[in-house]
C-alpha cells in the first residue's frame, strides 16, 4: 500500500484450531438493524482501514489501520453488524516505531495472551516493518517493548500486512508483504513458520507464496489472508492500488501450506461497483453456518478522500461444488445476517 492516513486482520489460537480470524460515534451510524433478516453495509460508515476481526470472549472485535482515534482502532460487537468503539488499543509506541504510519494489525490468540502483528514506520531504517505487541485481553492495550522490528525487509522496501495462520497439525505461520512498490520493484507474499509462542521466527527464510503477474493487478500484492478448507489452502490476497477504483480481491490455492500456489482466475474475485469502489484488505470469518469476507470500501464518490475514509463492509462468501471461492458484489442491503 499504502496509507495516506496516521493508522488490523486471521484471529487464530496458537497451539489449537484456528478462530475467526485481518472514527466517529461510539455507535455505528449505519442502519444496520432495519430489517430483521438482514442488514446495511457498511457495518461501520467511518474511517476503518484494513479490517481485521477476531471472536473473543463470546463477543466480536475489529482492528484496523491508524485513524482519528488512535494508533491501534478496536471495535466491539455481538452480532458483526452493530459496532461500538473501544478506542486505541495501543496507546504507547514501541522503542523502534516512529509516530503515525501504524497499519493493518491481526491479532492472534496464543493461550490466555492476544499478539497483535502490524506494521510501523522503523526509526532506523524509515521504512515500514512488522512488530508485534502482546496484550492480556483482547481490548489491549497491547504493549510492545522491542528495540527493534519483529521483521524488517528494508532492502525490499519494507515489510507490511503481517497475518498470522495455523495450520490443521497446530503449527503457527505468519504471512507478510514486502512493501517493494515503495520503491520501485517487486512486491511478494512471504510465508515463514512462528515459534510455538508466537514471538520468534523458525527458520533461516521466508518462502515467496505469490507476486502481481497478472495485469489486473498492477505493481503489488498485498493483505494476504490464508484459509484451509477441505485440505486445501486459499489464499485470498489483494492488488493494484489501494487509493483506486482499480484495487480488488483474488485467491491463489494450493495443497501444502508453503505452496506451490497458483492463481486459479486472471481477474479480480471481488471489485468495485456501483456502491463500492477499490474493496479489499479483508479476511475471512465463519459465523454460525455462514461465512463472510470482512474488508473495506471506499464510497464510489469519494475514492481517497479521508472523510470518511475506507469503510468497513461484510460480504457473503460461497463455495462451489468443485471448491471455488465465490464472493458477492458489494451490496447495501444484505438479505441475511452472521
Known sequence: MRHPLPAVATAVVLGGAMLLAGCGPNESDTDAEDDDMGFTNPVYENDFPDPFVLEADGQWYAYATQNTFGTFPILRSEDLVTWSVIGNGMPELAPWASVGRHWAPEVAQIGDRYLAYYTAKDRQSTKQCIGVAVSD??????VDDATEPFICQSDDGGSIDASPFIDADGTPYLLWKNDGNNIGTTSWIYIQELSEDGLSLVGDSPTQLI?????????????????LRDGQYYLFYSANGYGSPEYG?????????????????????????EVAAGPGHGMVIEAGDSTWYVHHAWPPDAVGDPVPGRQMWLTPLTWTEDGTPVLAEPATQVETRP
Open 211 to 227: 507476486t502481481h503477474d497478472q495485469a489486473w493487478e498492477g505493481d503489488l500484492v498485498e493483505g494476504p489472508f490464508l484459509w
Open 137 to 142: 485481553s483482547p481490548e489491549g492495550p497491547f
Open 249 to 273: 480481491v483474488s485467491y491463489a490455492v494450493a495443497d501444502d501450506v508453503l505452496g506451490p500456489y497458483r492463481k486459479p482466475v486472471d481477474e479480480p474475485i471481488l471489485s468495485t461497483n
